[in-house]
């Protein structure tokens, strides 16, 4: 492999592919542009997102649990997307040219989204504030923007972590420590900008217009566009190494092609390049492994093998190919125990909202009301708070009790985060109980907004938020470290769609309540009332699944094995 192909410390290469200085890029004098970018764009995707769901029922005249499923499954979708953009950012165009490309999709989405609730004959025609009657042509060009939206944020979320945890080097030891410090404020910037856009934006929705509402966003991400082009020179870029996918098919055919041919004892005699790199562009050689010791027939060196000469990659595989393989099986297990978290981090914009719809959103005795989408802002401070406390007070502290230099592990970190999102959900429920308890002493069933301030809702989103902290950046950290080198932006999109099942398992749980509770003619527990509704079965029934799912996670990690590449830092 080329010097060329993989930044080293004696070279790296530009956003054309040339070799660069590796003292003049990366580190964190590229980082503030990545961060800069992610910063806005995530304050673009939450100004449209987290008041998305009142849109839906107060603008397109959905019902509360239509609005809630379609919220969902539009979210889903933001978070499948990206193993579109992976796919090409590993196997094609590498991480800057997909960034830049889906990009500018994502600016069109967002500017139609901005037109279709400002230009006459798009926007749905209202005669009250909760009285519109959309047609089905302005209902389909919003869906169209939302789905191109969908479709930019695809390009950019698998690859903006994995590109700014590129620009510090595996081989020394000063930037390998910046990196995990890297992904503690990368998510700290993610909620600088939902913080902007749950207090600012959403305000702007309720009481200013849907327009500006959007067109804000639109404006935030043409800006994250500039601050990404703005770093160009100073970025190291890792060289596309081809189709992952077909390298894993590769193992996967090899392996039974050999299935009764026998693994020697000793694994140095396995199949692996002279080279001092891998002959996978991008990819340094990683280290064998014990564990899914059937794939290690794929490496068995045959006497067919010999006899032919040149390599034929779907009979003969190198040792780095086969633990490419075993570490994207590895991941899986951990993977799905995400889906269950996610589904719980869904609520905040969704049944939270709702929730919140039915209390009180006056601020003290003032005419201010805040919206209920707002109170995320409570997440946003919570993961504030929590990121620099992480990072410069529990990490130090745990480091002298541990010996490990992050102070904890990847995987004990994440366990924290789902063992904190149980309370989330209790809490949630309690509050729900209570709220009605007021509901039915004092009759409350028709008032809009009950006494009961929406300020009780603090501690639920709160717990969200240092689950996240926890759980989320640890999961950043973890698909990325775990990752084999030229299928970074793969997994990390992996580690999304975690998201993208929690929101569609979310919605389909809510498909299946209301069918199982709306039988014979009853209001079910998410009525478009919720005080005749009893959404509180709904957070303990999650709160249920997350016990059950902390237990599979802490087998799951007494298993793991961590991949180790050939001449990195431990």
Request: net charge positive.
């Amino acid at each position: 492999m080329a010097e060329s192909d993989f930044y080293t410390k004696d070279g790296t290469v530009d956003h054309k592919g040339n070799p660069a200085n590796i003292k003049k890029t990366g580190t964190w004098k590229a980082c503030p542009f990545i961060i800069g970018n992610e910063c806005c764009e995530r304050l673009a995707y939450y100004g449209m997102s987290s008041n998305l769901v009142r849109y839906f029922k107060h603008r397109l005249n959905q019902h509360a649990s239509v609005a809630t499923r379609n919220n969902q499954n539009w979210s889903g979708t933001c978070y499948i997307t990206p193993l579109i953009g992976a796919f090409l950012a590993d196997a094609y165009l590498g991480r800057y040219w997909t960034i830049a490309l889906f990009s500018i999709i994502y600016v069109f989405g967002m500017t139609l989204l901005a037109m279709s609730a400002t230009v006459h004959g798009i926007k749905p025609r209202c005669y009250t504030e909760d009285n519109c009657d959309p047609t089905v042509t302005q209902s389909a060009v919003f869906f169209v923007a939302l789905y191109l939206v969908a479709l930019g944020t695809g390009g950019i979320k698998p690859c903006v972590s994995s590109y700014g945890a590129d620009q510090f080097d595996d081989t020394d030891e000063t930037e390998k420590k910046h990196k995990s410090s890297f992904f503690n404020w990368f998510y700290f910037s993610i909620n600088i900008g939902a913080l902007i856009a749950s207090s600012v934006l959403v305000w702007v929705q309720d009481n200013v217009s849907w327009g500006w509402g959007f067109g804000i966003p639109a404006i935030a991400m043409a800006i994250a566009v500039v601050f990404f082009f703005s770093g160009t020179r100073l970025y190291r870029n890792q060289k596309p190494g081809g189709s992952p996918l077909t390298r894993l098919c590769q193992v996967v055919v090899a392996s039974f092609r050999k299935c009764r041919v026998a693994i020697p004892a000793d694994k140095s005699l396995l199949y692996e390049t002279t080279d001092a790199e891998s002959n996978i562009k991008g990819s340094r050689k990683v280290e064998h492994t014990e564990d899914l010791s059937f794939f290690d027939r794929a490496a068995v060196e045959t006497e067919s093998d010999e006899k032919k000469g040149t390599v034929n990659s779907w009979r003969l595989c190198t040792v780095t190919q086969v633990e490419e393989l075993k570490a994207v099986i590895r991941l899986l297990p951990i993977w799905a125990t995400g889906i269950i978290f996610a589904a719980v981090y869904s609520q905040m914009s969704n049944l939270f909202v709702l929730q919140g719809e039915r209390m009180n959103t006056h601020v003290g005795n003032s005419t201010f009301k805040i919206p209920p989408a707002s109170l995320s802002i409570f997440d946003t401070l919570s993961v504030i708070f929590w990121v620099p406390i992480y990072d410069r007070i529990i990490v130090p502290v745990t480091r002298k009790f541990t010996g490990h230099k992050n102070g904890l592990t990847q995987l004990q970190r994440m366990g924290i985060g789902l063992f904190i999102s149980i309370f989330a959900m209790v809490v949630a429920a309690i509050l729900e109980l209570e709220r009605l308890r007021e509901v039915r002493r004092h009759n409350y069933y028709e008032v809009k907004e009950m006494p009961m301030t929406i300020f009780w809702q603090v501690p639920q989103y709160f717990l969200i938020g240092c689950a996240e902290v926890f759980t989320l950046i640890g999961q950043l950290e973890f698909f990325y470290e775990q990752a084999p080198d030229a299928m970074r932006s793969f997994c990390s999109a992996l580690q999304l769609t975690t998201i993208a099942l929690g929101n569609y398992l979310s919605s389909l749980l809510v498909t299946i309540v209301t069918a199982i509770t709306t039988r014979n003619d009853k209001l079910g527990w998410i009525p478009d009332n919720l005080n005749y509704g009893h959404i509180h079965y709904f957070f303990l029934l999650l709160a249920v699944l997350s016990v059950l799912n902390l237990g599979a996670f802490l087998l799951i990690a007494k298993w793991y094995t961590y991949k180790k590449a050939v001449g990195t830092l431990r």
